[in-house]
C-alpha cells in the first residue's frame, strides 16, 4: 500500500499484520507492526530505508507503482537492522548506479551484516543532500538504538525520517496520528520506548536538546515503524522528553507494581494483601501475575510508576524463573527514580528467596526498602496483616 505522506514523497514499506514477536522474542508485539520506507521523487530520486527481507517483493511492487526501482539514486540505511535494511541488497541488485548513503558506522555495520561491495557514501551530521528541489539534511543518533542510527531530515518539508526513534508497533491500514486512534498510539510508543529506548535515556535527552540548538522545525515525524506524527509531531517529542527523565506522562497509570510469581497461590494472597494496603494508603497499585502476564507489558507500566514490589515462592532454593527473568529484563533497561521492595514464601529455605530478590533488585539501581514478608509456607491472618501494614507504609514513601 502506498500512501502519499507530502508533495512527492511516499510511503512504499509494508505492513505487518503477523508478526506477534521482535527483536528475538524479547519484546510482544501484539498489534503488528509496519516497515515504513519512504521514497523521494525529484531530479534524484531517494529511497529512505527498506522492510524485513521477507516483504522485499511487496516494497518493490510498491515503487514499481510509482518509478521503476532502477532509477534509484541514492539508498538511505538510517540503520542497519534488518528490519529496515533487510531489502539492501535487493534494492541495489536492481537499483545498480545507486549510492547507499549511511552514516561511517551504518557503512561498518551493514558491511558485517549485508557485504561491503556496495556504492556506499557516508554522511555525519551537518551534511545535506540535494536532490533537486527537496534537500536532505543528515542527523546522525547513536543509540537511538544501534551505534549507526541516523536521522534523515527533509528540509523543504520539515518532515523527520526518524528511522526507529518514536516508532510503535502497531499494523494499521491508517499511516497518521490523526486517523488512528491515539490513546493506542502513545500507549504503542510508551511500550517501544521502555522496551527498547529507556536504558539509552542519556543519549535521547543528548540528542532532544541537540536537535532543539540546531533549531530544526519539525512539521511531521515519519518514523520506520507505525503511524507517522503528522497532526502533533511535539507529543511524542515531549513523551520522549518525559519518559527520558523518569516522568511519568499524565494519566491513570498504575503508581505501584506489584510482580510475583507464586507456585501454589500462597505468594499471592501476600500479594493481594499488600494491594490492599497500598490502596488503603491511596496509591493506584496493580497485581501482575507472572507467567500469565506479558513481560513486554508490564515493563511499560513500570516504566512510568514509582515503586515496584516483586514476590516469589522459594523454588530450588532460589526464586522462581519467570520473576528471574523479569527481573534480568528491568537490570538490562535500567528504569530510574523508583523504589523497591520484596515479599515471599518458602517451606524448609527461610532466606534464599529473600537474599536472590533483593540481590537482583539492587543490580536495578533502584532504592530498596527492607521488608519482613518471607512466609513459611503460605500467610496466616497475622501476617497478611503484616502485608497490609506494609502497603500502607510503602504508599506514604511513594506519596
Ligand atoms: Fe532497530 Fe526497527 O530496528
Known amino acids: 500500500m502506498i500512501t502519499k505522506i507530502a508533495e512527492n514523497i511516499y510511503c512504499v514499506g509494508a505492513v505487518d499484520w503477523n508478526v506477534r514477536n521482535f527483536h528475538g522474542y524479547t519484546y510482544t508485539t501484539a498489534r503488528g ?3 515504513n520506507a519512504y521514497l523521494i521523487i525529484d531530479e534524484k530520486i531517494a529511497l529512505v530505508d527498506t522492510v524485513l527481507p ?4 511487496m516494497l518493490l511492487n510498491n515503487i514499481r507503482e ?3 526501482p532502477s532509477k534509484i539514486d541514492y539508498l538511505i540505511a538510517n540503520h542497519a537492522e534488518v528490519d529496515h535494511a533487510g531489502a539492501i541488497p535487493a534494492v541495489l541488485e536492481i537499483a545498480k548506479n545507486a549510492k547507499l548513503v549511511c552514516s561511517p558506522r551504518g557503512k561498518s555495520s551493514i558491511g558485517r551484516l549485508y557485504g561491503e561491495h556496495f556504492n556506499f557514501m557516508t554522511v555525519k551530521t551537518g551534511d545535506e543532500l540535494k536532490l533537486g528541489k527537496k534537500t536532505l ?3 546522525e543518533a547513536p543509540m537511538l538504538h544501534w ?6 531530515y527533509v528540509k523543504e518539508d520539515k518532515l523527520l525520517l526518524s528511522n526507529d526513534a518514536f516508532g510503535q508497533h502497531i499494523a494499521s491500514s491508517e499511516r497518521f496520528d490523526d486517523e488512528y486512534d491515539p490513546c493506542i498510539t502513545m500507549d504503542e510508543a510508551a511500550k517501544y520506548y521502555a522496551n527498547i529506548l529507556l536504558p539509552l535515556s542519556d543519549f535521547v535527552i543528548k540528542k532532544l536538546e541537540e536537535v ?3 533549531g530544526i522545525e519539525i512539521k511531521m ?3 520506520s515503524h507505525g503511524i507517522i506524527w503528522r497532526k502533533e509531531p511535539g507529543k511524542i517529542i515531549n513523551a520522549y522528553a518525559k519518559w527520558a527523565s523518569g516522568e511519568a506522562l499524565p494519566g491513570i497509570l498504575p503508581e505501584v507494581l506489584i510482580v510475583y510469581e507464586s507456585m501454589w497461590g500462597n505468594t499471592e494472597k501476600s500479594a493481594r ?5 497500598l490502596t488503603m494508603g491511596g496509591v493506584r497499585a496493580n497485581l501482575y501475575g507472572l507467567p500469565q502476564n506479558d513481560r513486554t507489558e508490564v515493563i511499560k507500566d513500570l516504566m512510568s510508576a514509582k515503586g515496584l514490589i516483586v514476590g516469589s515462592s522459594t523454588h530450588n532454593e532460589d526464586i522462581l524463573l519467570n520473576l528471574a527473568a523479569f527481573l534480568d529484563d528491568v537490570k538490562g533497561l535500567k528504569p530510574i527514580k523508583k523504589i523497591a521492595s520484596s515479599f515471599g514464601t518458602y517451606g524448609w529455605s527461610p532466606v534464599q528467596a529473600k537474599n536472590s530478590l533483593n540481590a537482583k533488585l539492587k543490580t536495578t539501581g533502584m532504592e530498596i526498602v527492607e521488608s519482613d514478608l518471607f512466609f513459611k509456607w503460605s500467610p496466616d491472618a497475622a501476617e497478611l496483616q503484616k502485608c497490609v501494614e506494609f502497603g500502607k507504609s510503602f504508599a506514604a514513601k511513594i506519596k
Open 33 to 35: 507492526t509496519t516497515y
Open 54 to 57: 521477507s516483504f522485499t517483493e
Open 66 to 68: 510509482i518509478i521503476d
Open 137 to 139: 539534511a543528515f542527523v
Open 147 to 152: 551505534p549507526d542510527s541516523m536521522f534523515t
Open 212 to 214: 532543539t540548538k540546531m
Open 221 to 223: 515525524i515519519a518514523p
Open 273 to 277: 494483601a499488600i494491594l490492599d494496603g
